[in-house]
């Protein structure tokens, strides 16, 4: 069973890699797919987002970092996939993921979206608020994985 | 009774027609409302939301579109009507809704909001939801009039 | 138009007496009513209810207060009524009264179920609250009307 | 992968089949677990529940329908089980199974629940609803499959 | 100031112990109130729910573990204190205690509420939740003191 | 004990001065901290909103209205304050304030939150909404202090 675990990850957080590490031990093959969206503003570039998450998933041996844009529903038909992997958090969440999820759904019936709960210490943890933080120089330590953490600085100074 | 049905119908979808029609069969006569909002940036002029919303209400005789500034309940007032109306869908409307249900009964008590349950099949369908789709060439049935499909991949092919 | 206002009313409150009011200006008649619900116990007897219901709503000349069991769709045909009306206070309000919005819609497509939202002051009011200060001998004023405050008051001492 | 499903299917309506078959299409082999919950009064027995469940699912051959007690977690392990199924539909749903995902995950690491989304004509349906409406005579059609639709009238009538 | 921290804590769990301690720190003196409450059947006697918070807190000396049976703000105005102490877990915590506190406010104005947000590993724990666990000899490691571990798998074994 | 109460005030409306007096009656000192936040366009400047706040609390001698940037935990802690304090409104503002809450905690264990429910009647009032209103020459009675009501309609005009 292929899956796809798609998002932003503008960069990537501690509660993204342990929905990827969880996905990975449930499905065969699982794409962490990054969406380039040229509306938004995004702090990294879509090759550096990719990156960043290939260097914190070496561990995983049936992982594969790619980017895509268009329909989600094309692309996981484009990799043969049945699933996509969403994680879930708070209730913001999950009103956007459910009209998502019956969206896909109408969209392309064989693909299934699953939704794996958000780990407790992660409820709150998002993208934005690591970027606030780093952005004043307070501590990621448990908020991102520590060998991406500089970047993160780094990109904020210029 | 005259009622309001407000709203940016950006484009109009089949969860706002069935709204309109289910109001229609309720009240007297109803003003479908397009709001001009300078603030944001829409895909189609308030001249063509208009239009679009005629082309799908053909059927309904006690239907005026229009659109409209300012204070809703002042337009409200304008029309001699005594009802707002809106459509229920998911969570997030709710709050807002409720703030301005809560507000325009500050501003004026006699004018009236009654909600509406969108219907189960429309529960998380949106304007957004339909450009989304539309702009990477998805297929629109059952979200929005097949009469009016053509205008929005048209526009946004430009 | 005739509309149904159904409730449990044990005892009526300032929020269902809002409700009823603001329904009385909209509707031509609205049948408040009382349901008949053998699996709970209720404080007041489904006459007592409906005797409280009529002592509060003597200066509203359109409103018939009754009881009913079955079917809310099958009292709602019954009386040649349209309208189901609801007042929706918080959250998990509007969750189970969207549940049955939906099912009735279901039973009967003809029935339309019409959400006003209850006043700020009334947000967080309910039958089971005026219940609980009424117990300890707080004060129900502003919660209940004060020609019923006794009735309750002695129905909890027996 | 082996996958538990479990549930008070009390009785099995057209939310759970859904869930049921989209389960059987994702994993190797699915468990329908009926709870047996001493301290509910059931309307059916954990007997006739699994009989009604086994009538709608004849067509799945990867099926396997059974009841347990004690820790849900301690059930999936026994029977090799990696993964609980669970349908989300509205919001107090997923306060509850969120609650219970994590607690699962305390009690068992290796254990993952995953979340699928309930069909939008599903959103609102629950078995209470059914039997409410059953009770009364209502229509049981796209609620509950045709084939245990008397069971549920029968049983009411008792 | 003296705050006053009630629930049923039937039994206390680490989530109530971390607000007694967070309290214990912020105000001079906390009263944490065990309410007698006649209408539901708990597991532990009010005596021994008492008993079992004072086992847990020999560590805090401006704590004064009590009962109380009557209104809310009545015991507050007795023991002299200003403020209610409350632990918001998830959404539905937030609709009842919002609920609970503009009640309070209305009873009492000189009585505020004041919210502590529960710890993230404590977000989906409750007192049923460990019951629950414990009726099975599930593991109470980071669920309760493991003082009071063994009293809870006792009572539960009777 | 000294307290921070945060937020953009753009403008103070009646909601913020409810949540400034009681927190005013609460501790001993209380910091009214306007944010900085150069990523959006406020309608009045930072100095502007200190002025209009001095304007409305000269009645409370505990009160010092100053403004911040950085990480919120630095600012407390440079004040030698303990305490956030946040009023709380609906549900939006619960998801974000508790996200807001658990990152601090993890920036510095020291600082606590202490959230306030406002009151019945601000519940649904926001700045945003008070300017949408002045916009339109509505009425501001009830939404914001008397004395900044011209304030806000002037610079409106410009």
Redesign the interface.
């Known amino acids: ?1 292929i899956a796809v675990y798609p998002g932003s990850f503008d960069p990537v957080t501690n509660g993204h890699l342990d929905i990827i590490e ?1 996905s990975a ?2 499905f065969d093959k699982v794409y962490v797919a990054v969406l380039k969206n040229s509306s938004k503003m995004p702090l990294f570039s879509v090759e550096e987002r990719c990156e960043l998450i290939e260097r914190v998933t070496h561990h995983l041996d049936n992982i594969v970092v790619t980017s895509f844009d ?2 989600l ?2 692309f996981v038909k484009k990799v043969d996939g ?2 996509i992997v969403k994680g ?1 958090r ?3 969440d ?2 956007y993921e ?2 998502m ?3 896909n ?3 392309d019936n064989d693909v ?6 958000t ?3 992660n ?2 943890l ?1 993208s934005s ?1 690591v970027k606030d ?1 780093a952005r ?1 120089k ?2 990621l330590d ?2 991102v994985p520590a060998e991406i953490q500089n970047d993160i600085y780094k990109k904020l100074e210029k």
Chains 1, 2, 3, 4, 5, 6 share one sequence.
């Open positions: 069973m969880r031990s449930l268009g329909l529903v094309d049945k699933i879930l708070a209730l913001s999950f009103e459910f009209q999820a019956l969206t759904k109408k969209l299934e979206t699953v939704f794996l709960s780990s407790a210490q409820q709150y998002s608020i933080i004043y307070g501590s448990g908020l």
